[in-house]
């Protein structure tokens, strides 16, 4: 579970930069995954952070927070 989290956060706050089709589609559907708030199924987003003891909504507010700052120093 750690490793599709760990994964799935890189992939979003890699520099957008030079990126391929394929990248950016991968990159798009880790920042849909995070933002999602399904619990259906058992690798969402919100069960991985529970089950790792991470409060999700504070995760990805400093995701957020980290790709904001990034986009200041451009």
Known sequence: ML????????LVLR???AVNARKAILI???AEWI???DRGWA????????ALGIEPE????G??????Q???TR
């Open 35 to 37: 933002s999602s708030n």
């Open 70 to 72: 990034r986009a200041g």
């Open 43 to 50: 690798f969402s987003f919100v069960n991985i952070c529970e």
């Open 58 to 61: 504070r995760l990805r507010k």
């Open 15 to 17: 520099d957008g930069g």
């Open 63 to 68: 995701i957020a927070r980290f790709v904001q």
């Open 3 to 10: 490793a599709v989290l760990s994964d799935a956060i890189e």
């Open 28 to 30: 798009r559907r880790a």
